[in-house]
């Protein structure tokens, strides 16, 4: 997975995520109104308005981006019907070429993580396996420690899928645990987890052949002064970078997460570019091609610095 | 929520809570096979032996323990299918009139924390309030901050909700973030984590009227040495106490995570009571019994030390 999302990236010269979180405020009125005609105002019509509206952006973004990476809460919200909105949404990026990081945040004891590994694993079921979520890749959270980790590593191993792991993320709270000094020398907590997440990915049968782990780190574009240092610390970990555009950080800012060739990371905007029509004042009738324009526009700020 | 809870432990004489995290490692091959005649051999009838299990439990325990706790990821594992399963599971068990604390740990930026949310609040569409998830309260992981957290404060103030946070989990790998020890004087991460839940269910309109907040605290059986600490720490949060059984923590275990009165925790088992009937090598039919008899033993046990 790892490999073919470094290839995709070199391919496109782009390395641009595109983050699938809508919201009612950034899609159309006018197609949750459509929506509506044929589900009433129920969730369903929610849901399918989320849907068509990731169907446009990525239509629009297929051939310039390698990966799209739509955030389960924003599905989640809207029930059994938003998750199936988001399972339609995966199926469809993938039926376009496109890699899909599925944003999922998960975390949990060991049991219960062998349970969630189904998110990149096919389930035993009846004999056979299920392929059931199918994402290439998922974001993990670390609270829960290595048993949290290792199965979706079992999961992985052998197979065309990888996982990021939170590091230290984007938002202005995550400074709350994340940057907490530890002793003795008190780097901070987000250094230690950077370490884990370096020897968890160096295990059997996760490095790709492009010097990079299967097993990433989310480390936020925000924080340009922390880059380096992480960079350094995790030097085959390739970093899902959000942050960008909306959140505040600019294309100098995430320079040092790249390695001196340009590669080891992917950076991902949602609003900057899902939103771009609405935040330039155009009508429905161009979310498609102002999202295009985003991402190209993302896409080459991004070159010009690496 | 935090107050009907209470006063459900306390009618009861119960501090316990039945964790429904059922594999089909425990439910019965019979079950399944009746469920796959209706469905085919599909994930849609994994998900409804699942829920069919769920109910015998659920009836059979009903009368004797105030909450379950189903951890969505043994759900999530089956897709939408599953998620149906969790859905109604929760609507069953409501119906039943037990409170539902749902194991979801999730954990995000802002903006997708509130849509997060969602599972403790109604979400607004076409103009009405949608209840979609309705869980009486939701576990959280605060990796991520203060920020991951205020969107689901500001969505159970005033209403009948709860949350409880991560701050000590059972598991053995919990040890490698939790444990560190922060600067200047060493006390471990998950004290610091205690502090702020503490903060964070201090605030306006989160207090309930017996003295505990409707944000909670998760901290494992599997750690008596730090419980007691912990309970001084934070002497208004409720402690949700997984480990117990299963999981390798006894009655005197959790005795310190009580406060003086033998309120302030309720304890989970999950594979320790939905899982009796096949650690006792009964046949299927003795699901719902043994799991009646385990809970009562539980509850007994717990009773003699408080």
């Known amino acids: 997975m790892i490999d073919r999302l470094i290839e995709n990236i070199e391919r496109l010269g782009a390395p641009v995520v595109v983050g699938l979180d809508p919201t009612l405020e950034i899609v159309p009125e006018k197609m949750l109104a459509d929506s509506a005609k044929s589900f009433d105002e129920t969730t369903e019509a929610a849901a399918f308005a989320l849907l068509k509206f990731n169907r446009e952006i990525i239509d629009a973004v297929a051939d310039i981006v390698p990966a799209v990476k739509p955030n389960i809460a924003f599905y989640e919200r809207y029930g059994l019907d938003g998750i199936r909105a988001y399972i339609m949404t995966v199926e469809y990026a993938m039926g376009r070429g496109l890699m899909v990081i599925g ?5 949990d004891i060991g049991s219960t993580a062998a349970a969630y590994a189904g998110h990149v694993a096919p389930s035993p079921l009846f004999g056979r396996k299920f392929e059931i979520w199918n994402e290439d890749a998922v974001t993990l959270n670390p609270y829960l420690g290595a ?5 979706f590593l079992d999961a992985i191993k052998g197979r065309d899928k990888g996982v990021f792991i939170l590091v230290k993320t984007s938002n202005p709270g995550g400074a709350d645990l994340q940057d907490l000094p530890i002793m003795p020398e008190g780097a901070p907590l987000y250094e230690r987890v950077a370490a884990l997440v370096g020897e968890w990915g160096a295990g059997e049968g996760l490095m790709g052949g492009h010097g990079y782990s299967r097993v990433g780190a989310v480390v936020g ?9 992480l960079r350094e610390l995790m030097p085959h970990t390739f970093f899902l970078v ?4 909306a959140q505040g950080a600019s294309a100098s800012d995430i320079k040092q997460f790249f390695d001196t060739h340009g590669r080891g990371a992917i950076v991902s905007s949602s609003r900057g570019i899902i939103g771009a029509w609405k935040a330039e004042g155009k009508g429905a009738g161009h979310v498609g091609k102002s999202a295009r324009a985003a991402a190209l526009k993302m896409r080459d700020e991004i070159g010009a610095v690496l």
């Open 242 to 245: 959000p942050g960008y555009g």
């Open 221 to 229: 574009a925000t924080h340009p002064k922390a880059s380096a240092r």
């Open 147 to 151: 048993d949290s980790i290792t199965p």
């Open 103 to 107: 944003d999922i945040k998960r975390g």
